[in-house]
């Protein structure tokens, strides 16, 4: 789990975006966005598919190897 950083942080971190923004432009919320960030299982796959739209990048790239 702490083997690498998650997709989500190094691409969000790229655009120099904080977790609040992209929670406030996408509705998830920040906690959410933070445990996914850690690895953990907190999103459902409607949430990943607006923060995949957000960034435009596709939701497998984003969240690799996980399922909905």
Do not use: C
């Not at 655009?15 to 999103?43: C, D, K």
Request: charged content about 30%; aromatic content about 14%; glycine content about 6%.
């Amino acid at each position: 789990m702490y083997d690498s950083v998650h997709p989500l942080r190094v691409e969000r971190l790229k655009r120099r975006w904080s977790q609040y923004h992209v929670a406030f432009r996408t509705g998830v919320p920040q906690n959410m966005i933070s445990y996914a960030e850690r690895g953990y299982p907190a999103l459902t796959l409607r949430q990943k598919k607006k923060i995949a739209a957000f960034f435009e990048i596709p939701v497998e790239k984003l969240f690799p190897g996980e399922e909905g």
